[in-house]
């Protein structure tokens, strides 16, 4: 195999892997509404939606350690070292991310958080090159990271009002979260390098799940009606979140942060979809402004990784 055809290979397995995960984090948006039906939870319940997140990482970081032990056999128990890169990480993503996103979604409208929470991954790759030094920026991942918001922004905004109002509980919050998504993205790319990626992925969802848990058992929050429906939905959404964020770690373990982070602007377009054929809204997101933010995406995806 020549070294061209090497990276084209390389090249299409991140593409594939980054994809499953987006499509997994695409489900999770219409699961947690169902999920929401299912417990009978207000939407404007914050603290109990907190409670839930908390729940649904403490079992994902739980799954991801019992798997890692059935794969070597022996119980993986998350030493200090392990600990020292975890902490930060679970400040950052799980934590900082979801209770900021949470509270800011709450308080501000559908297309808009839409609209911001694409931010992230341009976010991630600006602090990769501009602050961690971690790689070099480019015309080409400029030019990727502006398509790629080009998209989410067309998939929201298309046949949707948007007002030009900011509010720091609202706007602010998930501007916050995504800066947190930024951080955390470029210190799983350090970390996952001196430490398993996978046992990082399982600490830190482990740790972040409990802590949001009791922030949001402190706000007031609970699980109302616990049905059988209910505690399935939060079991997938677990074994989402361990499945998407820990092959997520692994491709940003071995690539640059702009190689990955730019798949994660498939991720709204994934939400959309999915949200259609799972919530029955199909006439918002079979549309041409869909066609666009496809192609949009792609070509971003495209530049950012093709090389000359």
Known sequence: MTQKQSTLTRTGIV?????VCCILWGSAIPMIKTGYHFMQMDSADTASQIVFAGIRFTLAGLLVLAFTSI?????????????????????????GQ?????????????????????????????????????????????????????????????????????????????????????????????????VSPVILS?????????????????????????????????????????????????????NDVSKVAIFGFVNPLCSVILSALILGEVRQAFNIGSLVALLLVCTGIYIVNHKK
Request: charge should be positive; proline fraction near 1%; hydrophobic fraction near 50%.
């Open 15 to 19: 593409a594939l892997l980054a994809c």
């Open 71 to 95: 794969r070597e056999k022996k119980v993986m128990f998350p030493d200090k070292e392990v600990l020292k890169y975890a902490i930060p990480v679970c400040l950052a993503q799980t934590v």
């Open 98 to 194: 979801y209770f900021f996103f949470y509270i800011g979604v709450a308080n501000t409208s559908g297309v808009k958080g839409g609209i911001i929470t694409g931010l992230g991954n341009f976010i991630a790759i600006l602090l990769s090159c501009l602050i961690f030094r971690n790689e070099r920026m480019t015309v080409r991942k400029s030019a990727g990271c502006i398509l790629g918001f080009a998209g989410v922004v067309v998939i929201n905004i298309m046949g949707n009002s948007l007002d030009m109002g900011f509010k720091l509980t609202g706007e602010g919050f998930i501007l916050i979260a995504q800066l947190s998504y930024g951080i955390s993205t470029v210190l799983i790319n350090i970390f996952s390098r001196k």
């Open 202 to 254: 399982g600490t830190q969802f482990t740790m972040g799940g409990i802590v949001l848990t009791l922030i949001g058992t402190g706000m007031g929050g609970h699980l109302g009606n616990v049905t059988i429906g209910g505690v399935a939905i939060i079991f997938y959404l677990a074994m989402v979140s361990a499945v998407a964020y820990t092959l997520w770690s692994v491709l940003l373990a071995w």
